[in-house]
């Protein structure tokens, strides 16, 4: 009775531990967020991940999908960063120039107060659609780690040229990034 | 005495927060870290907008429940007791329990254990163990 009680208690610890590898194995191969920026560093073309979230500039939900066709330059933002405000008025200009040939510039705010972003969007004159990323679950599956980040998206769902990440460091340089990334988006 | 006693509980419930008693309860989403370690923007931010809530005359409860509005149930440092969050506090206590009654279990059958006279040996034993005596006596 003594020796069955303690096969069934090993077998129990066994059966454990081998389901807490099974369950770090799946988070490992299903953590496919971090995957996109080094899959664009090769050049690759990964499907965008889909979302749905709450808007900030007006009532109502945005949908990836609803974008479906066009052009999509994704700005990851927050209140609170300085190198956001400094190239708000580069993403704001690149959708006045473009929306016509069906390119949209999506702000995503997260980290940060709703009252703060709303100051944010009226001081800086934002005019593109903006969602809210609440719970950071969209900055996961695009691997984001910090603000300000831009992802291009094509007309096909797919990411396309470079992610830019991190302060400005030379205007110059990010308006051209910035350029052949939206070119890209827009296919031509 | 019962009448002090209840007007001081009267007073400690309805005084409103200070920006002490809830800072430590709710973290920066940047840093990972409660609001009284960080001095990240957002966690200066996090502490005007405390403030404000406080002088508008709100609750501890109500102030925390806006920022997990706004920020989601990842701002609170620590699970709220209900929903899937409430696993984590009923886990701990479910494995100490566990523990506790393991040891106890086991602490009973060793008490338990037959000690002293072992019986008589196999009598195939005993001879062997005689001849083994034997040959050390001589």
């Known amino acids: 009775m003594a020796a069955r009680l303690k096969l069934g208690a090993q077998a129990l610890a066994v059966g454990l531990v081998v389901a807490l590898l099974a369950l770090l194995v799946w988070k ?38 609803d974008l479906r066709g066009k052009a999509v330059v994704i700005n990851f933002w927050a209140s609170w960063c300085v190198p956001c405000k400094e190239e708000a008025p580069v993403l704001e200009a690149a959708w006045r120039e473009h929306r016509d040939e069906g390119l949209v510039v999506l702000g995503v705010d997260f980290n940060d107060l709703r009252s703060d972003a709303l100051a944010f969007m009226r001081e800086v004159g934002m005019t593109y659609p903006v969602v809210y990323d609440r719970d950071g679950a969209l900055v996961a599956d695009y691997g984001a780690t910090a603000v300000p980040e831009t992802f291009f998206v094509n007309r096909e769902g797919r990411l396309v040229g470079k992610r830019i990440a991190g302060a400005i460091n030379s205007r110059e340089q990010f308006e051209r990034d910035f350029e052949d990334g939206i070119q890209l988006a827009l296919g031509s | 005495m019962t009448v002090l006693l209840s007007l001081v509980l009267a007073l400690a419930v309805s005084a409103p927060p200070t920006l002490s008693d809830i800072e430590d309860e709710v973290v920066c989403p940047t840093c990972q870290v409660t609001l009284d370690q960080s001095n990240a923007p957002i966690a200066e931010r996090m502490r005007a907008f405390i403030r404000d809530r406080i002088a508008a005359g709100d609750s501890k409860e109500e102030i925390k429940a806006e920022l997990v509005r706004q920020f ?64 050390f006596d001589g």
């Open chain 1, 28 to 65: 490992l191969v299903n953590d496919e967020g971090s995957a996109i920026p080094s899959a664009l560093a090769r050049g690759e073309r990964p499907v965008a991940p889909a979302f749905t979230l709450p808007r900030l500039d007006e009532e109502g939900t945005l949908s990836l999908a």
């Open chain 2, 72 to 135: 989601g149930p990842r701002v609170l440092a620590v699970p709220e007791r209900r929903g899937f969050d409430l696993l984590a506090w009923l886990l701990p206590i479910g494995g100490a329990v566990l523990a506790a009654g393991a040891v106890g279990v086991l602490a009973w059958r060793w008490s338990r254990a037959p000690r002293g006279d072992p019986g008589p040996l196999a009598p195939e034993l005993e001879r062997r163990l005689d001849e083994e005596l034997a040959r």
